[in-house]
C-alpha cells in the first residue's frame, strides 16, 4: 500500500470538507443577512394601520416566503452540521 498518496488522499479530502463548510456558513450569511432586512421591512409594513388589505395580503406573502427560505437554510446547516459529525 502506498501510504504518502493515502495521506495525500486524506489531507485533500479534509480540506474539501473544510472548504464545504466555509462556503456553506458563508453563503447562509449572506443570504440571511439580506433576508433578514426584507423580513424586517415587511414587518414594519404590517405593522402600518394605512395600507390597504391587498398590500396587506402581499406583504404576508413575503414574509410566509422570507420565513420559508429561512427555514430551509436552517435545515440545510443542521444538515451540514450533523454531516461533519
Known amino acids: 500500500m502506498n501510504y504518502k498518496s493515502f495521506f495525500k488522499d486524506s489531507s485533500v479530502a479534509g480540506e474539501s470538507d473544510i472548504l464545504k463548510s466555509a462556503f456553506f456558513a458563508d453563503i447562509s450569511h449572506e443570504v440571511r443577512t439580506q433576508l433578514n432586512g426584507i423580513l424586517g ?28 427560505i429561512h427555514a430551509l437554510f436552517d435545515n440545510i446547516m443542521a444538515y451540514r452540521h450533523n454531516e461533519n459529525r
Open 41 to 68: 421591512l415587511a414587518q414594519l409594513i404590517l405593522k402600518s394601520k394605512e395600507i390597504d388589505s391587498d398590500i396587506r395580503n402581499n406583504v404576508e406573502m413575503i414574509v410566509e416566503s422570507g420565513n420559508s
